[in-house]
T-cell receptor
């Protein structure tokens, strides 16, 4: 089985500062990795995903994440955040050969961008 | 526009009064799923469906029922709601192909349920 740990439940930052949201996973098999974002009063939407290939993945709204197999991590980064990035961010993993039913979510990190 | 539509978006009810939360998707997705979101617990899967007439339990199925009679619809039924089912509920769907990688999940906007 897979598990996901998001190391910070809340991350406050100032506008235009860089941010890193940390995600570690545990799995006995190879996995696919995802970050979803939930803006206030909305459902989740896919931010980016790692399936294979380059370990640096770029997503929407200037976010990127790096897959580190040896450290079993998939941290999300943005060099300069905006007020509009205030949202909750969820890391998720799914095993190879698995479908959406095997997707496991972390507990989320609330990013608050202050002016 | 591709979307997952849930109704109602907000509902306050009382213990024991049966209710149904509807979910409909217009993307011809095979896979549909229900999650509940609670503070500090993240998203937990309630039930999922791989296709019409195929449903299976997720991590927290107790107190819920589902059905999948049509590909586009996947209602969540609470036969006798209790206060511990007060939560934010999300329906999601995706394309499912055994020969492909995990598809992107598309989420509805959520249904906030309060059981008094």
């Amino acid at each position: 089985a897979q598990s996901v740990t998001q190391l910070d439940s809340q991350v406050p930052v100032f506008e235009e500062a860089p941010v890193e949201l940390r995600c570690n996973y545990s799995s006995s098999v190879s996995v696919y990795l995802f970050w979803y974002v939930q803006y206030p009063n909305q459902g989740l939407q896919l931010l980016l995903k790692y399936l294979s290939g380059s370990t640096l993945v770029k997503g929407i709204n200037g976010f990127e994440a790096e897959f580190n197999k040896s450290q079993t991590s998939f941290h999300l980064r943005k060099p300069s955040v905006h007020i509009s990035d205030t949202a909750e961010y969820f890391c998720a993993v799914s095993p190879f050969q698995g479908g959406s039913e095997k997707l496991v979510f972390g507990k989320g990190t609330k990013l608050t961008v202050n002016p | 526009e591709a979307q997952v539509t849930q109704n109602p978006r907000y509902l306050i009810t009382v213990t024991g009064k049966k209710l149904t939360v509807t979910c409909s998707q217009n993307m011809n997705h095979e896979y549909m799923s229900w999650y509940r979101q609670d503070p500090g617990l993240g998203l937990r899967q309630i039930y999922y469906s791989m296709n019409v007439e195929v449903t299976d339990k997720g991590d927290v199925p107790e107190g819920y029922k589902v059905s999948r009679k049509e590909k586009r619809n996947f209602p969540l039924i609470l036969e006798s709601p209790s206060p511990n089912q007060t939560s934010l509920y999300f329906c999601a769907s995706s394309h499912h192909d055994l020969n492909s990688v995990t598809g992107e999940l598309f989420f509805g906007e959520g249904s906030r349920l309060t059981v008094l």
